[in-house]
């Protein structure tokens, strides 16, 4: 079974999501989890005011109560040219989805981590890089990856792929269903509800195609 993963790395939710999906590829090592950067804010100018930060630390604790994801809530991030714009953190993913495809969930839980526990700004390249780096992905060529046309563009093309498909919100986890979008998971759950969800899916999709364009449903075979 294929899921597809709508997620960002400065969404405090996704974060908060995160261990459930990592019991998820614990637990389910055949399903296939392809993860996108589905944008947040991407090319957000919002910078981080008083009352910004007030607004974040309301729903970093909503999200600690409910999941138990540790938040530095000092925000060592912030500064003057600081703005929550959640695209350089989405084409870091990207990147390394192209060198080390094996290892984006990885570094999607290294960006969460260095910025909500860490306090460190995923929005520089530089900082980007050397958590790159930590994953195998060479710092001069993450660099050159990440500041390409090709790449800017594939990340954009993950926002509207995203939108296609009716994306509300993040975490989201749909799969297709006989051509039909599944949505198995919009927001926060425990492991135990998407469990049972995955478990469901997993008995009743997905009959078996042939070659040349060959089907069969629950009482016959055919083109």
């Not at 999200?63 to 925000?75: A, C, E, I, K, T």
């Not at 306090?119 to 001069?140: P, Y």
């Not at 926002?159 to 498909?165: A, C, D, G, R």
């Not at 297709?176 to 949505?183: R, S, Y």
Request: charged content about 25%.
């Amino acid at each position: 079974m294929k899921l597809y993963y709508f997620t960002d790395p400065m969404c405090s939710w996704c974060y908060g999501f995160s261990p459930v999906m990592k019991k998820l590829k614990e637990n389910y090592p055949n399903i296939d989890l392809q993860i996108i950067s589905g944008g947040f804010a991407p090319g957000s100018e919002q910078k981080v005011t008083k009352e910004y930060k007030d607004f974040l630390e309301y729903h970093w604790r909503n999200v600690n109560l409910r999941s138990g994801q540790y938040f530095d809530h000092s925000m060592k991030f912030v500064s003057d040219s600081f703005q929550y714009d959640t695209e350089p953190s989405s084409r870091a993913l990207v990147v390394v989805q192209r060198f080390s495809p094996e290892k984006d969930f990885e570094f999607l839980s290294l960006m969460q981590k260095a910025f909500y526990v860490d306090g460190k700004d995923i929005t520089n390249d530089e900082v980007l890089a050397e958590l790159a780096q930590e994953i195998g992905v060479e710092k001069n060529i993450f660099l050159e990856s990440f500041h390409s046309e090709e790449m800017k563009l594939k990340t954009a093309q993950g926002f509207q792929f995203s939108k296609q498909l009716g994306v509300q919100g993040f975490p989201t986890l749909l799969t297709f269903e006989n051509g039909n979008v599944k949505v198995l998971s919009n927001g926060f759950q425990p492991f135990e509800n998407l469990k049972e969800i995955v478990e469901e899916s997993l008995t009743t999709m997905f009959i078996p195609e042939f070659a040349n364009g060959q089907s069969c449903s629950d009482i016959s075979c055919g083109y």
